[in-house]
C-alpha cells in the first residue's frame, strides 16, 4: 500500500471518530427532542385528520381533511377567537413595548436605591402565574373585591370587570401587562445600556433636544433589540394560556376565549380530539408564521443599518 | 448584565460662556425638576406592580370573614398558613416541586449544555432551529401523545413524567441561552488545549463549562422558576402523589366554597421560594429575561 | 317569624308513604344488622380517584374501618372536580387501569363513558349482592346511572334545585316565601336594594354552570331540552320565555358581575348577606350555615323550588356516581370498596352526619334520613323531589359542548342583549349538534 493512502485512511478514521464525537455532544438531546417532541407533533398532524373521542373501544376513524373544513366553514368560534387571539396579542404586546421603554428610560442612570427599584418591577413575571391569577380573581371579586371597594368609597360605580363581556378581555390584557412589562423594560433597558456614546456627542454638540434625540437616535438604533423583545412577546401572548384559563376559562359567554383556550376545551371538554389536533396545527402555523414575519423584520432592519 | 458605568459616564465639558452659566443655572433647575417627576413616577409604577402582590399577602392573614366583609379591617391570623400544612400537606406538595423543578433542570442542563456547544462549535444550526421551534408549538399538541406515551410505559403520575415534561421547556431555553455564549468564547483558548491532547470532551468540560459559569447560572435559576410555575403539564401528568404547588393551589377552590384566605396563604408560599431566588440572584434573573434579545 | 306550612313530622309521613309506594319497607335495611364485608380480597390494593368533595371528605374518615374489616388497602386521589373529569378522560383515553374505581358526574360524564367502553357493567354485581339489596334504591337516580341495560354506576349524591332566603329581610319587609315564580320575581324586586348593600337575587350566571340552575326554571315554563324526536326544543316559546325570566332576574335584581359565577361565587353573595334569595343545589347549604365562612348563618332560610306556569319542576339528579374502571384487574375487591361505601349503614351515616343526600329509599324513610339537615330543607328536598325531573342538563354524549350552545342565551339574556335572536341560533347550533351526535353515535 502507498504510504499516501495509509494516511488517507487515518485521516478519514479521525474524521470519523471526530465525527461520531461531535455527534456524541447533542445525540442525548437528539433523542429526547425525537421522543418529547416529534413524535407528538407528527402524532398531533396525524390524528387532525381522524376523529376520535378517546375511545379504547373505537380506533380514531379516518375522516380526511374534514376537521379542518369544519373549522374554517362551520365554526362558529373559531374566526371570533382568532380575532380575540390577534386583539390581544397586539394590545399587550403594544402596551408592553410603550410602558416597558418608559420604564427603561427612567431607569436608565443611576440613583440610590437603582437596584431595589429594578428587583421589585421582576416580581410580576416570575411570580407564578396560577398563584397571582388567584390574586387577581380576588381583587376583581366585584362584590369583595378592592377595586370595587375603593370606586365605591371614591363614590364611582363599581364595574363587573370579569363579569362582562365587554370587559372581560380588556381586564385579562392589563393583567398580562402587568405581567409582562417589566420583560420588555429589562429588555430595553439593556439595550439602552449597551448603546455606543459617539452619536449622543454628536447630537449634543447640534443642539439637539432629548425628545429629539431619543425619537432619532436612541429608537432607531434600539430597533434590532426591540423587535427581538417583540418577537419573544408575542410568541408567549399568542399562547397565553395560565391566566385565561384560571380567571374566565374563555367566559363570560365566549368573549375571552383564545386558540389556545379553544384547542384545550374540544380536546379535554368536548372529547373531540381530531378538531383540536387540526385547530393546533393550524393555531402553529399562525404562530410559525407572526415568528417568521418578526424575524424578517429583524434581519432587513439590520441589514440596512449594517449598509 | 451590561454595567452602568457607560450610562452614568459624565459626558465630556465644552468651555463655558457667560450666557452657558446662566442656562446651565435654568437647566439645573430643570433637572431636580425632571428628578423628582421621575421619583414619582417610579413609586407610581412600583406601587402598581407590587400591588397585587401585597394584596395577596395581606389576604393571606385575614379571616375568610374579614375577607368577605364590606369593611378594611382585619385581625391578623396564621390560621390560613396552618391550615395549609396540617390540612392540605402543603409540605409534600413543596417537596414534589423542588423534586421535579431541580431534577428537570439538572438533566436539561445534562443534555442542554453539550448540545448548545455543539451547536456552537460544530454548527449543528438545524438542531438549534428545532429546540427553538419547541417555544412556538402550543404546549397543549404535546398532552395528548404524551399521556398516551406515558401510559404505554407505565409511567403516567410519576415523577418521571413530570420531569420528562419539564424539560420540554428548560432544555430549548438552556440552549438559547448558552448558544450565543459559547459563540462569544474566545477561540483560541480551546485551539491550544485541542493542540496539548485535550480530547473534545475535556476541552468542553474542563475549559468551556468554567468559563461559562455566569451563563449557565442564569440558565439554571430560569429553569428552575419555569419548571416551579409550570401549571399546564403538571395538571395533566401529575399523580396525588407527584402533584406540585400550581396544581395543589387548585385544590383550594374546593367544593365548599371559596377559601379565600387559604387560597391566598397558598399563593404566597409558592410565590416565596421565587420571590427569595429572584431578590438575591437578581443579576442572573434579568439576564435569563433578556437572554437573546441583546445579540449583535 | 315566618311560619312553615308543613310541620316536619308530616313530611316523615309523607315519605314513608312514599317509599311504600316504591314497593320497599321501611324496616328492611334499617336494623342493627352490620353489613357483611368479605375478607377475600385481603392484600389486594384499590385505587380510587374522587372529587374534592365533602362526600369524598366524608368517605375518607370511614375508609380505616374497611380496610380494617377488608384486609383490602385504599389509596384515594382527590381533584378539584374539573382537572378529575380531564384526568379521568386522558387517563381513560390512554386506555391504562390508573384508577379502578372512580367517582363522576353522571349527567356530565355518564353516557360518553359508557359509549368509549370506560366503565364497567355493574349490573351483575349489583343483582347477585343481597345484603347491598339493589330494590332499595330509588329508581330516579337509578336511572341516571343506567343506559340500556347497562348499569354503569351506583349513585352517592343526589341534589336538587332549593330556594335560599333571607328570613330577617322578608320579615322586615313583610314578605311571605315565594310560592311561584311570580311571587319570587316580585319578592326580588321589592327586596332589592343596592344602595345599602343588599341585591333581590343571586344565580349563576356563568355560561356552562348556569345551565344546570336554569333547567328547574326551563322545566317549571313548561319547556324542554330536547323533544320525543330528538330534536333540539330551545326554540319554543316556553323556552324563551323562561331564558327571558332568568336573565331578567338577574339584570334586573342581580349583584354586578354575575356572568362570570359559578356557584362557588355565587353563594359567597348570599353567604356575605348580599343577596335576598339564592337558588341552587340543595346540598350546598353547608356553605351558608358555616359560621366561619358566612355572615347569614341565623338569618337563612329554605324552601321548595318555586311554582312556574307549567308546575313545580325542579331537577332532582344523581350528581355523582361511583364507576369502576372497564380494564381494572381487581373488579372484586373494587366491588367490595363500591358495596360497601353505598351500604346502607355508610349512605345512613353519610346523610345524618355529613348532610351527603344519597338515594337508597330505606335511608330516606327512616327517622335520620332527614337528621342531617335543616327542618325547613328536609321539607324543601322531600317536595322538590315529588316533581322533580330527573336531569338538569341535555342528556347527550357531548354535555360539554352541549352545556355551553344552550347556555349562551342566559349570558345574552342577563346582559340585556337581544334574547329572541340568541335563542333562535341555540337553537340552530343545538340542533345541527343533535344531528351531528346521531350521525356519530347512533348504531
Sequence with gaps: ?307 | MTDLSQATTPRPHRPLSRQAVMSKRRAQMRRIMAESVRAVLLLVIIVIFLFPVIWMALAAFQTQIDIISPGWGFTPTLRNFDRVFSEYNFLRYMGNSFLVAAVSTALSLLLGLPGAYAIARFHYDWLGVVLLAARIVPGITFLVPWYILFSRAGLNGTYIALILSHMIVSMPFIVWVMVPFFEGLPLEVEESARIDGATMLGTFVRIALPLSVPAIMTATIMSFIFSWNNFMFSLVLSGDDTRTLPVAIFNFITYASIDWGGLMAAAVLITLPVLVITVFMQRYVVSGLTAGAIKG | MFTSRFSVRSVFSLLVVVSLLLGVSPALAQGGEEFPISDQYAGTQIRVIAANHPWNNAIQRLIPDFEAASGITIRLESYFEDQLSQRLQIGLTGGTAEADVFMFRPLQEGLLFEKNGWVADLREFAENDEAWNLADWQPGPMGTVTSGDVLFGIPIVTERQALYYRKDLLEEAGIEVPQTLEELEAAAAALHDPDNGVYGIVLRGQRSAAVTQFSSFLYSFGGQWIDEEGNSAIGTPEALQAYEYYGGLLRNYGPPGTINMSWPQAIAVFAQGQAAFYLDADILYTNVTNPEASLVVDKVGFAPFPEGPAGRRPYSVTSWALGMNATSENKGAAWEFIRWATSPEIVRKMQSEFGQSGARSSVWASPEGLGGFPPDLAEAIVINGQTGVGFDRPRVIRVGEARDIVGLPIVVAIEGGDVAQAVEEAHAAFQRFLEQEAAEFGE
Design chain 1, 1 to 307: 500500500m502507498a504510504p499516501h493512502r495509509t494516511t488517507q485512511t487515518r485521516t478519514s478514521i479521525i474524521h470519523l471518530r471526530r465525527r461520531f464525537q461531535r455527534l456524541s455532544f447533542i445525540l442525548p438531546a437528539l433523542i429526547f427532542v425525537v421522543v418529547m417532541m416529534a413524535f407528538p407533533v407528527a402524532y398531533n398532524g396525524w390524528l387532525s385528520f381522524h376523529e376520535w373521542t378517546g375511545s379504547a373501544r373505537r380506533a380514531p376513524e379516518y375522516v380526511g381533511t374534514d376537521n379542518y373544513t369544519e373549522l374554517f366553514t362551520q365554526s362558529d368560534r373559531f374566526f371570533p377567537a382568532v380575532k380575540r387571539t390577534f386583539l390581544f396579542t397586539g394590545v399587550v404586546v403594544t402596551a408592553e413595548l410603550v410602558f416597558g421603554i418608559g420604564i427603561a428610560l427612567l431607569l436608565r442612570d443611576a440613583f440610590p436605591g437603582h437596584t431595589v427599584v429594578k428587583t421589585l418591577i421582576l416580581l410580576p413575571m416570575v411570580a407564578t402565574p396560577v398563584a397571582i391569577s388567584m390574586a387577581w380573581l380576588l381583587m376583581l371579586e366585584p362584590t369583595i373585591g378592592v377595586f370595587n371597594k375603593i370606586l365605591r368609597d371614591i363614590g364611582l360605580t363599581p364595574q363587573p370587570w370579569l363579569g362582562s363581556q365587554s370587559q372581560a378581555l380588556w381586564v385579562l390584557m392589563a393583567v398580562d401587562i402587568w405581567q409582562w412589562t417589566p420583560m420588555m423594560a429589562m429588555i430595553t433597558l439593556a439595550g439602552l445600556l449597551s448603546l455606543p456614546e459617539d452619536p449622543y456627542e454628536a447630537a449634543l454638540v447640534d443642539g439637539a433636544s432629548s425628545l429629539q434625540s431619543f425619537f432619532h437616535i436612541t429608537l432607531p438604533l434600539l430597533v434590532p433589540t426591540l423587535l427581538t423583545a417583540v418577537l419573544l412577546r408575542s410568541i408567549e401572548a399568542l399562547k397565553t394560556f395560565d391566566i385565561i384559563y384560571t380567571m374566565t376559562r374563555g367566559g363570560p359567554g365566549f368573549s375571552t376565549e383564545t386558540l389556545n383556550t379553544l384547542a384545550y376545551v374540544r380536546a379535554f371538554e368536548y372529547f373531540r380530539l381530531g378538531q383540536a389536533a387540526a385547530l393546533l396545527v393550524v393555531f402553529f402555523a399562525i404562530v410559525l408564521g407572526v415568528s417568521v414575519i418578526f424575524i424578517q423584520m429583524r434581519r432587513s432592519v439590520s441589514m440596512r443599518q449594517a449598509l
